[in-house]
């Protein structure tokens, strides 16, 4: 079992910035792809950010590209969201993923950014 701890979000007004943390622990053995999705109040889950646990890819969706910044690291077991020019429509619960062979299988509890205007 991986486990998924989240950390970092909050309030905060248009144009501010917010990084999230998702602190990884457990069996991450077979771990090889970090992700970071996100719910928006009343709509479906988004796929927003990936990258390698180890190597250099990294993916960001065009909703977000330019604005949100994806890194990890591997010595704090730690990924990491950069979220820049934030914008109401980024208001959601965001959720740490790890993904195990070709499902995302170990998620963390979410947390929770609101960009008010």
């Known amino acids: 079992q991986v486990q998924l701890v989240e950390s970092g979000g909050g309030v905060v007004e248009v144009g501010g910035s917010l990084r999230l943390s998702c602190v990884i622990s457990?069996?991450?053995?077979?771990?090889?792809?970090m992700g970071w999705h996100r719910r928006p109040p009343g709509k479906e889950r988004e796929f927003t950010a990936a990258?390698?646990?180890?190597?250099?890819?990294?993916f960001i969706s065009d909703s977000v590209k330019g604005r949100f910044t994806i890194s990890r690291d591997i010595a704090k077991n730690t990924v990491y969201l950069q979220m820049n020019s934030l914008k109401p429509e980024d208001t959601a619960v965001y959720y740490c993923?790890?993904?195990?062979?070709?499902?995302?299988?170990?998620w963390g509890q979410g947390t929770q950014v609101t960009v008010s205007s």
């Open positions: 457990g069996r991450t053995k077979w771990t090889y792809l």
């Open positions: 990258i390698l646990w180890t190597g250099n890819w990294t």
């Open positions: 993923a790890a993904k195990t062979g070709n499902a995302w299988r170990s």
